[in-house]
């Protein structure tokens, strides 16, 4: 199966969302936050580079609720924001 490129708005979407987790992880390793999340530490060192930008809904929704995020929060800050 060929995936279909991402275009350059999920690109930037996925680095948000790296930016966003990385901030909340905070002092935190990332190996914490991988293990609590029940996901390896090179996944998460993956999306929070934006070399993983569009990562399965439960793996995000596993790392929201390992660092206390809501999921509307997330979703907020990291759609597109419409060219102006």
């Not at 987790?21 to 905070?26: P, Q, V």
Request: aromatic share 2%; hydrophobic share 45%.
């Amino acid at each position: 199966m060929v995936r279909t490129p991402l275009t350059p708005e999920e690109r930037e979407r996925g680095e948000r969302l790296g930016q966003l987790l990385r901030e909340a992880r905070g002092g935190r390793s990332m190996a914490d936050v991988a293990g609590e999340a029940g996901i390896s530490a090179e996944t998460l060192r993956k999306i929070e580079t934006g070399r993983a930008p569009t990562p399965a809904f439960f793996t995000v929704a596993a790392l929201a609720r390992a660092l206390g995020l809501s999921m509307d929060e997330l979703v907020a800050r990291c759609a597109l924001v419409p060219a102006v």
